[in-house]
């Protein structure tokens, strides 16, 4: 089921530069999206020491995808629930793991591995956001909270919204004790083995969320490939990689 959901996933070549990105939310076309190939390296200021690497890996990536005109929001992450609207080409203070605008100058990045990346994309009024999404923030309701600041902060109508989750850990690859499965619907919450033990499908809890703030089901998007069994060209924090890709939305 894990390699059907994603072969809604493309892999993308410009300029040297490769990141997955889904057709689906594409509709669009001057909103551009994309979730870095591990050949790329480390988008993590966090866990790579070398900051100026970092920001040029940046660089290359934005001119490719053609933002290479936006200014960059990329926050420190915090696994929170929290989102940022962004205005005039700025995010308030504070701590958030979700960035939303509708401004076509800016360009809003989050970094994961493992943890999912959600996009969104207003069809109609030209909006557009991402979120880190791991179990803490799931657990907080933060794709609820983004579509919910998009409607009542950007004006965006749920029925013209599309939410794709990209490239994260899922299922058979993410086996959680139970102080996390407790906090999941048993829907995305599949017991195993004993001690209740269960696996946890995050991309699948997203766009459940996504759907219980009314956006139609027909706009959820899922090209979640799993991050932890794909070695060759995801990272994942589970197996360890201190690597992290670059989860990027913005509007040509």
Request: aromatic share 6%; with cysteine; charged share 20%.
């Amino acid at each position: 089921m894990t390699d059907l959901l994603g072969a809604a996933a493309r892999l993308v070549n410009q300029d040297g530069q490769q990141w997955y990105r889904a057709p689906a939310l594409s509709i669009v076309p001057e909103i551009v999206h994309g979730l870095t190939h591990s050949a790329l390296g480390n988008f993590s200021l966090t866990t790579d020491p070398d900051a100026e690497a970092v920001h040029a890996r940046r660089r290359r990536v934005l001119e490719a995808a053609g933002l290479g005109h936006a200014r960059l929001l990329a926050p420190r992450l915090h696994h929170s629930a929290n989102v940022a609207i962004v205005r005039d080409g700025r995010a308030p203070e504070g701590e958030h793991d979700a960035l939303i605008a509708a401004d076509g100058s800016t360009a809003l990045a989050v970094t994961v591995a493992d943890c999912v990346p959600v996009y969104f994309v207003d069809v109609v009024g030209g909006a557009f956001g991402v979120a880190h999404a791991g179990w803490r923030g799931l657990a907080g309701g933060i794709v609820k909270n983004v579509v919910t600041a998009m409607v009542d902060d950007l004006a965006v109508r749920t029925g013209n919204l599309l939410v794709g989750t990209g490239p994260a850990i899922r299922g058979p690859s993410y086996v959680v004790g139970p102080e996390v499965a407790a906090r999941f619907p048993e829907t995305f919450s599949v017991p195993v083995g004993h001690e209740g033990r269960a696996q946890l499908d995050l991309p699948s809890c997203a766009l459940a969320q996504a759907a219980a703030a009314r956006v139609p089901r027909d706009n959820l998007i899922d090209f979640s490939l799993d991050t932890f069994a794909r070695p060759d060209d995801l990272f994942s924090h589970r197996r360890g990689d201190r690597g992290r890709h670059w989860a990027f939305i913005g509007r040509t």
